[in-house]
């Protein structure tokens, strides 16, 4: 057998990561056709074939699920040799792959230390895609994703950022026309408008001084994927909404939206997580500790 050629190891470790030549061509910066000769190339090499292709799925042999494991163990002791040498130069280098959901783009506090970043470490190539799920962060090659309220599974670690006040907010005039709400259950009779990727869709929770919290069920008459759209139609009088601080801070300031409920209203956390059976790289570690300080 030919010397180990590093090139075709990654080609095919990445097209089965993705499950897909198109996709691999795409993060490997190669045309389909380069990754599907290449392919060819280590089946001749070994003499076996590796990948069996269908017009819309691939599948392993077993020499092929073989391989992807020991080759899987061949990358990560080089990447984990590359970050040993960054270590020990004080130096980063190489891709950031983060999870973002959209809402933190309005995080203005957030945006800017990821800006300080990458002026601070200018060698990393950050690459930010927008998402909420944490199902996929290994598949997709993720080295961290940003989420706002409970980790749903063990199986991930995760460091706090910080906490991030709810509000419950209404224009003036809209409180004008139909009245203030004064305690939680008083929501009943409102408009209000709910942030469809909520955890608890269209119940709201409030905490109580004499018991822990009570979930509110509303008649949610509007539903957004967007939490900036909501803050923007209660601004313009349509019902009331809730929205996490950073959005609605400055408007309230403004006098454009009041806070409401503010004796019931709720926190939740900022976190940024990463899989457990992954170590966290030195590049995961600085920018996390680039965020905390």
Known sequence: MKNLNLNLVTTFYTVVKNNSFSQAADELVLSKSV????????????????????TRTLSLTEQGKYLYERYSKILDDIKEA??????????????????????????????QKIASFAQT?????????????LDDLVSNGIDLAFHIGAIPDSSFRCRKIKDIGTKVIASPRYLKENGIPIIPSDLKVHRC??????????????????????????????????????????????????????????????EELVSLLCDYTWSTELYVVYPSAVVASHKVRTFIDHLLQ
């Open 35 to 54: 990754v599907s000769k290449q392919i060819r190339q280590l089946e001749n090499e070994l003499q076996c074939t590796l990948i069996q292709r269908t």
């Open 82 to 111: 590359h970050d040993v040498i960054d270590q020990r130069n004080e130096t980063l280098s190489g891709s950031l792959k983060i999870r973002f959901p959209i809402v933190l783009e309005h995080d203005l506090n957030l945006v």
């Open 121 to 133: 470490y200018p060698t990393v190539e950050l690459e930010i895609i927008y998402g909420y799920t």
């Open 193 to 254: 408008m709910n942030y469809r990727s909520c955890l608890t869709k269209d119940k709201w929770r409030f905490n109580y001084v004499d018991k822990p919290h009570e979930f509110v069920e509303l008649n949610s008459t509007i539903r957004s994927d967007s939490e900036a759209m909501l803050v923007e139609m209660a601004k313009n009088g349509v019902g009331v909404s809730c929205a996490l601080d950073f959005l609605v801070d400055d408007y309230i300031e403004r």
